[in-house]
């Protein structure tokens, strides 16, 4: 919204990463549980893929944070200027 196009790409990046290993994860451990019910085999160790998301989301996380804490700051040493068309609402 602010034209940080490369900021907000890559934050989407992350954020999308981390959500697909976290939704990864949860859906092996299902798998672990089925299989040990039904073949009593063993489970895989995945409690890194869990971890890994969860941080990888929270980086997109901070990003966004730091991000926006640039703007605000930079709209605080100059407010943006609103374009004619919405300056005047008669118009």
Same mark, same amino acid.
């Given at each position: 919204?602010?034209?940080r196009r490369l900021a907000g790409a @890559?934050?989407?990046? =992350? /954020?999308?990463?981390?959500?697909?290993?976290v939704i990864g994860f949860l859906g +092996? &451990?299902?798998?672990?549980?089925?299989?040990?019910?039904?073949?009593?085999?063993?489970?895989?160790?995945?409690?890194?893929?869990?971890?890994?998301? @969860?941080?990888?989301? =929270? /980086?997109?996380?901070?990003?966004?944070?730091?991000?926006?804490?640039?703007? +605000? &700051?930079?709209?605080?040493?100059?407010?943006?200027?609103?374009?004619?068309?919405?300056?005047?609402?008669?118009?």
């Amino acid at each position: 919204m602010v034209g940080r196009r490369l900021a907000g790409a @890559g934050q989407l990046l =992350l /954020a999308v990463a981390g959500f697909c290993m976290v939704i990864g994860f949860l859906g +092996l &451990r299902v798998f672990n549980a089925y299989n040990k019910a039904l073949n009593d085999a063993e489970p895989m160790r995945i409690g890194w893929l869990g971890a890994a998301g @969860g941080l990888t989301f =929270l /980086a997109a996380w901070l990003w966004a944070l730091v991000t926006s804490m640039q703007v +605000l &700051r930079a709209a605080d040493r100059q407010p943006p200027q609103l374009p004619p068309r919405l300056e005047n609402p008669a118009s």
